[in-house]
């Protein structure tokens, strides 16, 4: 896509309203190759420690990597700001049709620097490499949907939740089929009343080279076990296997199997659906159903949260919530366990809900099953009503330090853990924890293989997730595609770099590099900000056994967390802090990077292992 020759980054800064474009230096190219790791130097670098995240000091960067629009599968941005949520480096990852026209519009560019705050809401329209803002008053308070169907062009956009700061609010695109979900760059982007950014251009011929390259690494794709699984069921099929070993968070974290799973579940997706996303190599997405909120594309997150989560088992009910969620501009995992805590809370006599706040009838009591005063709920956070919907606008970890019930649904580094139930997949918990951005299960999914496999050992717990940690990382430099990025593994797209003549590295090794300095400056960032191992804890809610299934009565002890933790830590090369250790930052070429501001280890590591 792109080389150090034509590489740059859009720079917008809204308080002046100016537009400019900034070459980016080599040795970052070839160091962060792009997206995730480009963007964590990028942040590093311009943020100030201490930066509010919903302040004007805040950036917000939507990156692109120099595969971006020439790999198979469906074309990929980043979100990478300062989480309003957690506080923490933040990363979250759309794909779509506004990520095909992000890489046209850009002409070469790797990404947008959006920084500063607008007095008045306005679009960043780009067009063909140009850029301009444009007022968008009138388009202040209009939904996800009304604002892709009120523009030209490919759009991203923020929601109402974006716009009242709804501190996991999403950034929208292609009419709420698509998100950059967790961890509430919506927020940001609304803080800084950016309501929408257009994108229009034409995206050149790859080369012949790379369009046979392109063809050979998607029929490797439908080949693969992931490719098949995939074209079976996407992402839904996920409801089914967390189900069946236990790990599907049900009722608020109270159970560890759904009695309704079935009807939230594949086959009810499949009796549903109307259409099938596809791309151009017929590469499967999601399936398209219609719901009484519109037409919604329901990921495995939808039925997992605001299905098994709040223990609704009507399909078309849980779609009809995740749309509602789409529409609003709000991630379904947080307002899944927002609601959890509601309900949970109410029922232990933590908050008295007025039923007034959500629009309900005097004497309607929040309950799990009841989908109407679900939805009710989702639509009062989003429009920041007062009392306990307010509250839960800033996170349930929030709420409850300001209302009460904190054991009530667990959150790690302030962010709502997603529904795989560590207590029936107890690597989860070491996943979750030690995740850059809060608890997250698309850094590392050990349930996948250890519900299957023997007996893991802790050095085998700690080895799968510190691999797939920075593979991940590796892989989101480059932004591949979820699924069809898979097929990169064997080499990390080193053929495909050599192939396409990018600044980046082209030999595995030193890809896999890149995705271990990019995961050791998101940590330094996060330890700049005061993050350490006390951040890093079991929550309340994993001590406590799971009911059914497979794992019932299982808990999770926190002495055997800790010290796999500090094995975790020491395999890092971090000290028993969660501090990078200087060693490490040398063997990764970053002690030059680091400012006065962050602590850094003298401390030596016992033993590192792989």
């Known amino acids: 896509m792109t080389d150090a020759a034509t590489a740059g980054l859009l720079r917008v800064d809204l308080t ?29 670098d311009r943020l100030e420690p201490g930066t509010d995240p ?50 046209a519009a850009l002409d070469g560019a790797l990404g947008i620097a959006v920084t500063g705050q607008s007095d008045e809401p306005v679009v960043l329209e780009l067009n063909d490499g140009e850029a301009s803002l444009t007022p968008a008053a009138d388009l202040w308070g209009r939904d996800v949907v009304e604002i892709c169907d009120a523009l030209d062009g490919r759009v991203a956009c923020v929601g109402p939740a974006g716009e009242n700061r709804v501190t996991y609010a999403t950034i929208a695109s292609d009419g709420g089929d698509h998100h950059a979900g967790r961890g509430g760059a919506g927020a940001v982007m609304g803080a800084k009343r950016l309501k929408a950014i257009v994108a229009r251009g034409s995206a050149p011929e790859p080369a012949p080279e790379v369009a046979a390259l392109r063809e050979a690494y998607e029929r490797r794709y439908h080949e693969t076990d992931v490719g098949r699984w995939h074209a079976a069921s996407a992402t839904l099929e996920t409801v089914d296997f967390a189900d069946e070993v236990g790990v599907l968070s049900t009722r608020g ?122 939805r009710a709920t989702i639509e009062a956070i989003a429009a920041r009503e ?10 349930v970890e929030a709420a409850a330090d300001r209302l009460g019930g904190r054991d009530l649904v667990p959150t790690i580094k302030s962010m709502e853990v997603p529904a795989y139930d560590p207590r029936g997949s107890p690597t989860m918990a070491l996943a979750y924890a030690t995740s850059d951005r809060g608890a997250c299960h698309r850094r590392s999914l050990p349930a ?126 971090w000290d028993a802090s969660g501090v990078p250790t200087r060693g490490l930052l040398d063997r990764l070429d970053l002690l030059d990077v680091v400012d006065d501001d962050t602590p850094v280890s003298r401390e030596p590591v016992a033993h590192r292992e792989r």
């Open 16 to 44: 002046d309203h100016t537009v400019e474009r900034e070459p980016i230096p080599e040795r970052w190219l070839a160091e962060y190759v792009g997206g995730k790791g480009l963007g964590a130097r990028y942040l590093y």
């Open 54 to 103: 919903l302040g004007p000091g805040n950036y917000l960067l939507f990156m692109l990597g120099p595969l971006s629009g020439l790999l198979p599968g469906e074309t990929q941005f980043a979100a990478i700001t300062r989480s309003p949520l957690t506080g923490t480096f933040l990363d979250s990852y759309s794909g779509g049709e506004f990520a095909d026209g992000l890489v």
């Open 253 to 374: 974290w109270q159970e560890g199997t759904f009695d309704g799973a079935d009807d939230i579940g594949i086959e009810a997706v499949k009796d549903a659906a109307v259409d099938r996303e596809r791309d151009e190599a017929r590469i499967a997405g999601g399936f398209r159903v219609e719901t009484d909120a519109g037409e919604s594309v329901p990921r495995g997150g939808t039925p997992m949260s605001l299905g098994a989560g709040l223990g609704i088992d009507d399909f078309d009910a849980v779609a009809a919530l995740g749309k509602t969620c789409d529409r609003l501009g709000l991630d379904v995992i947080s307002a899944g366990n927002a609601v959890a805590w509601a309900i949970r809370a109410a029922e232990e006599g933590v908050v008295d809900v007025d039923p007034a706040s959500l629009g309900l009838d005097a004497g309607t009591d929040l309950s799990f099953g009841d989908h109407d005063t679900a």
């Open 386 to 395: 007062s009392g306990v919907p307010d509250a839960l606008a800033d996170g």
């Open 448 to 573: 996948e293989t250890e519900v299957f496999g023997d007996d893991w050992t802790d050095a085998d717990r700690v080895r799968v997730v510190i691999r797939e940690q920075t593979i991940t990382a590796t892989l989101w430099s480059l932004i591949t595609d979820d699924f069809a990025g898979a097929v990169l593994e064997d080499d990390l797209g080193a053929g495909w770099l050599r192939t396409v003549d990018a600044a980046a590295p082209t030999d595995p090794a030193e890809l896999l590099r890149v995705g271990e300095r990019a995961w050791t400056l998101t940590r330094l960032f996060n330890v700049r900000e005061g993050f350490d191992a006390g951040d890093e804890t079991l929550p309340a809610a994993f001590e406590r056994p799971v009911s059914g299934g497979p794992a019932d009565g299982r808990g999770i002890d926190t002495g055997w967390f800790d010290r796999l933790r500090r094995r975790y830590y020491a395999a890092r090369e």
